[in-house]
């Protein structure tokens, strides 16, 4: 686990003594130079290393997901992927929110405003079978897990799907191997 701010602290001591003759309180701080920087408001990483970084990754790779489902867990991956550069710098990828599917249409277009989709539809496979999407996101009921996620798999498209992963083993050994045979 990488820390901002390394572990290895100063033992500071009060100054005084107590009655009993022992000294005053003890207290842990960081080490001289990462307090000037937490002072300064700076991070870990230099600029020198930041650049190298930004040169290394001029142009992450935009990914565009298609979310199939648009209830409570829409919204959890929706704002995931918003703030998924954030998180991992430099980031490997950029999602852009392309489409989302929900079988009512007024769910559905609601959910393309409220969470910033470029477009929607009724209709699941409207996202597998577009060579636009690269991710097929499946956040429904677990009953259609399986159906979704095979013709995701057969469509050549990355797979991300909510738990539990299908109702039965045999059909998740069935989404597994389709997967696997589609690369």
Same mark, same amino acid.
């Given at each position: 686990r990488q820390r901002l701010y390394p572990v290895k602290r100063y033992l500071?001591?009060? +100054?005084? /003594?107590t009655e009993s003759g022992e000294s005053g309180?003890?207290?842990?701080?960081?080490?001289?130079?990462?307090?000037? $920087?937490? $002072?300064?408001?700076? +991070?870990q990483i230099t600029t020198e290393r930041r650049i190298k970084m930004d040169q290394n990754n001029a142009s992450p790779k935009k990914m565009n997901v298609g979310l199939i489902g648009a209830g409570f867990m829409a919204k959890a991956h929706s704002i995931a992927y918003a703030g998924m550069p954030m998180f991992f710098w430099p980031a490997p990828i950029i999602p852009v929110k392309k489409m989302? #599917?929900?079988?009512? /249409?007024?769910? $559905?277009?609601?959910?393309?405003?409220?969470? $910033?989709f470029e477009s929607y539809s009724t209709?699941?496979?409207? #996202?597998v079978n577009n060579p636009e999407i690269d991710v097929v996101d499946?956040?429904?009921p677990n009953n #259609?897990?399986?159906e979704i996620a095979i013709a995701a798999a057969k469509a050549g498209k990355h797979i991300i799907c909510e738990k539990p992963l299908a109702l039965t #083993?045999?059909?998740?050994? /069935?989404?597994?191997?389709?997967?696997?045979?589609?690369?």
């Open positions: 500071h001591f009060g +100054s005084g /003594e309180h003890a207290s842990l701080r960081l080490a001289p130079r990462h307090r000037r $920087a937490l $002072a300064m408001g700076r +991070s989302i #599917v929900d079988m009512n /249409e007024a769910i $559905a277009r609601e959910a393309k405003d409220k969470f $910033a209709d699941w496979h409207d #996202v499946i956040c429904t #259609v897990h399986a #083993v045999d059909q998740a050994r /069935e989404m597994y191997l389709t997967a696997k045979e589609n690369n």
